[in-house]
């Protein structure tokens, strides 16, 4: 299968070997991966803010970009939901009946849903021995609905010792722009959360979205206390002894 690679703007600036894993990842299961030029940022950030107008302009540029592929799969739960779930509604919004077409002809999926779903598998041939625990974002869990799909990847992954974060579903308190406007929050939150880590004796935690791992990065770099942040696709990309 040909896939399209959507890299968010976020990880492509910060977290760029995320974008290189998943890339590793499909190729070693036999899938050919392109990189549209074109695409730039999805527009999530603009339309939850109020910019409605650069939203649209930026949902244009990006289902431009991504016109005629079979399918997009993105690294970013957020990405891939602001697609799917934001797009429609910033088409109704601007009036823009060709973005509304545009946005429904596109098949996004989030990494997890794809091999899950899409693909059928679950054991990617991955070797990983650490004990991990796993934060699931609030954008896969409640927007794109991702379940335990990340988690079944896991288990399957040869070495890792998987272990349940308490309270898992609490978020993480980034919420894009929620983090810089309300700061207290968000790192009350974020304090919940890296303890919650701590307890489990986690050596990595890892997510499907970089922009919580980075928040929670920086508050765990804070205290010291050895525990990694990966993206899931860092992990399901790693291979070792057969």
């Given at each position: ?8 703007c976020?990880d ?27 695409q ?49 509604r ?32 679950t ?22 609905g ?17 272990v ?7 978020c ?38 970089n ?5 929670i ?9 050895g ?11 790693e291979?070792?002894?057969a």
């Amino acid at each position: 299968m040909r896939v399209a690679l959507s890299v968010a703007c976020f990880d492509d600036a910060l977290f760029p070997d995320t974008g290189k894993a998943v890339t590793a990842l499909l190729e070693r299961l036999g899938h050919e991966v392109a990189y549209p030029p074109g695409q730039t940022c999805c527009g999530q950030i603009h339309w939850t803010t109020g910019y409605h107008r650069e939203a649209a302009d930026l949902a244009r540029a990006y289902t431009a970009a991504f016109e005629g592929t079979e399918v997009v799969v993105a690294a970013s739960a957020s990405c891939a939901a602001a697609v799917r779930d934001a797009y429609p509604r910033i088409a109704r919004a601007s009036r823009d009946p060709g973005l509304a077409r545009a946005a429904e002809a596109l098949t996004v999926c989030e990494l997890t849903e794809f091999l899950v779903d899409v693909l059928g598998v679950t054991d990617v041939g991955a070797y990983f021995p650490h004990r991990v625990t796993y934060h699931p974002s609030c954008q896969s869990a409640r927007t794109l609905g991702v379940g335990d799909r990340p988690l079944r990847l896991l288990r399957a992954v040869r070495g890792l010792d998987l272990v349940d974060l308490p309270a898992a579903g609490e978020c993480c308190g980034f919420g894009g722009a929620f983090a810089m406007k309300n700061a207290d929050v968000s790192v009350a939150m974020v304090a919940d959360k890296v303890r919650h880590i701590r307890d489990t004796g986690a050596d990595v935690v890892c997510a499907v979205d970089n922009s919580c791992l980075a928040h929670i990065g920086g508050a765990l770099s804070r205290l010291r206390g050895g525990v990694r942040t990966m993206h899931l696709a860092e992990i399901l990309a790693e291979t070792g002894p057969a």
